[in-house]
């Protein structure tokens, strides 16, 4: 079963920027759609943007506009590009197939945001 390594977190001040990238250890190109996710402190999962094999994506209202999803196939890596950070941001980051997270979890990398 495909495992995913996250990384790229870190603790930034308000508005600044981090790129997240999701290793998988093996093959994504027949993923249909993979997502990022974070979980915040006392709060439930959540998926927060998602793209497809043909590159679609979609995002959650919270960050549209500031977020980008971007996968490599031939790197097995999904990306995340998060711009414009804001302290409700600050979670834990997960990448998993998409809308159901049915991979295998990592250990997700910790993004925090100061205000």
């Known amino acids: 079963q495909v495992q995913q390594v996250e990384s790229g977190g870190g603790l930034v001040q308000t508005g600044g920027s981090l790129r997240l990238s999701c290793a998988a250890s093996g093959s994504i190109r027949s993923i249909n759609a993979m997502g990022w996710y974070r979980q915040a402190p006392g709060k439930q999962r959540e998926l927060v943007a998602v793209i497809t094999t043909g590159g679609n994506t979609n995002y959650a209202d919270s960050v549209k506009g500031r977020f980008t999803i971007s996968r490599d196939n031939a790197k097995n890596t999904v990306y995340l590009q998060m711009n414009s950070l804001k302290p409700e941001d600050t979670a834990v980051y997960y990448c998993?197939?998409?809308?159901?997270?049915?991979?295998?979890w990592g250990q997700g990398t910790q993004v925090t945001v100061s205000s």
């Open positions: 998993n197939a998409a809308p159901v997270g049915y991979l295998y």
